[in-house]
């Protein structure tokens, strides 16, 4: 098996892992409060946390079990893997710097936060450094990427008018005005852009992924020019 795919395997396991465990988490407190699966459903995909961690579930599993597979070529390109890479390193900054001290969680609730926040974050971006060519990566990809959030932040708006609920108190508009949410949405959209340069800064001091130069030289030599195109 190629070192890629078993990394892919075992990253993919870990995210799959956060992910079900907040999932198991949220339904049995919005049963034990009277809510229901489908309150507890709703609630659980306002966040832009879970919608990005089943992001990287979806990149990390399709190379990992079916790696000949038109989905896993898809989330195999350079600019795919490098936005995903940006989008969770983003969940993992924005949530230590503006909620870390917000939230509290203990037992399970714990190890869920760190699996979603942390761990899976930095597994993603250490697949993306040890396994994707970046030569084809090029400056506009970052901003590219950012209809990601912008798209979020949309959907968030939309879906606060209609059910009344916010995911996160710097993006409600019901207590702290459209204005104000803009204001926030365009320094966290500055944010991500800033995560995606420096990302992509870094890639420019790697000429070839360690595990792509090791597959595809398995006894050692020098990889051809284009190799990591």
């Given at each position: 098996m190629q070192r890629s795919r078993l990394l892919a395997m075992v990253f993919a396991a870990v995210a799959w892992a956060g992910v079900l465990l907040q999932v198991y988490l949220t339904l049995d407190s919005a049963l034990t409060s009277g809510k229901g699966i489908t309150s507890g459903l709703i609630m659980l995909l306002g966040y832009f946390t879970i919608l990005t961690n089943l992001l990287v579930c979806a990149a990390l599993t399709a190379p990992a079990v079916a790696p000949a597979?038109?989905?896993?070529?898809?989330?195999?390109?350079?600019?795919?893997?490098?936005?995903?890479?940006?989008s969770i390193l983003f969940v993992a900054i924005s949530f230590h710097l503006l909620l870390r001290n917000v939230w509290h969680r203990q037992g399970l609730h714990a190890v869920a936060n760190d699996l979603l926040h942390y761990v899976t974050p930095a597994l993603y971006v250490i697949y993306w450094w040890l396994v994707t060519p970046k030569a084809s990566l090029r400056w506009v990809h970052p901003v590219g990427w950012g209809l990601y959030p912008t798209l979020y932040l949309l959907y968030a708006l939309i879906r606060g008018v209609l059910i009344n609920s916010y995911p996160y108190s710097f993006i409600d508009?019901?207590?702290?005005?459209?204005?104000?949410?803009?204001?926030?949405?365009?320094?966290?959209?500055?944010?991500?852009?800033?995560?995606g340069f420096v990302l992509l800064g870094l890639s420019r001091l790697q000429k070839q992924p360690p595990l792509v130069a090791r597959e595809e030289y398995p006894f050692g030599g020098a990889a051809s020019s284009g190799a990591s195109g």
């Open positions: 597979s038109r989905r896993a070529a898809a989330f195999s390109k350079p600019d795919v893997v490098f936005g995903v890479a940006t508009a019901a207590a702290i005005g459209y204005p104000r949410t803009l204001i926030n949405g365009v320094c966290l959209l500055l944010a991500y852009f800033a995560i």
